[in-house]
């Protein structure tokens, strides 16, 4: 069991530029969240989804943020136009089905915007 | 928003306890979970709890007070390692997310 995993650990981009991140929950888990962590705002929700499905992203800025799953071994989290105050570390977290309360995090993703 | 609030640090000595307060004030309520977090790593599952009472689990016990929107995390005799963020994080109703206090960093001295 490799854990969650998560893809780059660091990416550095310009402002304005697109950004996305890459995560391959534990085989088996029906349950992908993903969280961003900063200093200030400590580690906030962002979206979920189950089963694939998304189910909540009410944590997602709506303009320039977007997640996908395309199938059940893999999501992405896109920011388009990347901003200085997009700058934190995502985190990726998978739990073996809906009900379950322990969530795995992967290493996350750290992204700087110069 | 949801409301969990942490202190932001806590010292203790080896040997000793510590205890990690957490308040909440939010919209629902289906459990409390607590996670440890290194420096540079992700957050660790420790304990979930959504009963009223302390729930011992050895070198770390958890207590909840649904009506005052209470918890804490014991660490009894503390080692130099267990120098580290905890988080607490309420469990929402319906879809489980999690919303997070910004976590106590917990220093443990010789």
């Known amino acids: 069991n490799a854990g969650v995993i998560q893809t780059p650990r660091h990416k550095v981009t310009g402002k304005g530029q697109e950004a996305t991140l890459w995560c391959e929950p534990i085989?088996?888990?029906?349950?992908v969240f993903w969280y961003r962590q900063t200093i200030v705002q400590g580690l906030e929700f962002l979206t979920y989804?189950?089963?694939?499905?998304?189910?909540?992203d009410s944590g997602m800025p709506k303009e320039r943020f977007s997640a996908q799953m395309p199938n059940q071994s893999h999501s992405t989290l896109k920011i388009q136009s990347t901003q200085p105050q997009d700058s934190a570390v995502y985190l990726c977290?998978?739990?073996?089905?809906?009900?379950?309360?322990?969530?795995?995090f992967g290493p996350g993703t750290r992204l700087t915007v110069l | 928003g949801q409301g969990v609030e942490q202190p932001d640090n806590l010292m203790s000595v080896e040997g000793t306890f510590a205890r990690v307060n957490c308040t909440y004030s939010?919209?629902?309520?289906?459990?409390l979970s607590w996670y440890q977090q290194r420096e540079g790593h992700a957050p660790v599952f420790l304990s979930y709890?959504?009963?009223?009472g302390l729930k011992d689990s050895g070198h770390f016990s958890t207590f909840l007070s649904r009506s005052n929107g209470y918890s804490y995390l014991l660490l009894t005799e503390l080692q130099i390692k267990d120098s580290a963020s905890y988080l607490c994080?309420?469990?929402?109703?319906?879809?489980?997310?999690?919303?997070f206090g910004s976590g106590t960093k917990l220093t443990v001295e010789p």
């Open positions: 709890v959504v009963l009223d």
């Open positions: 989804f189950r089963n694939q499905a998304p189910i909540d």
């Open positions: 977290a998978s739990s073996l089905r809906t009900g379950a309360y322990e969530q795995y």
């Open positions: 939010t919209s629902g309520f289906n459990g």
């Open positions: 994080a309420v469990r929402m109703p319906n879809y489980n997310v999690l919303y």
């Open positions: 085989s088996g888990h029906s349950a």
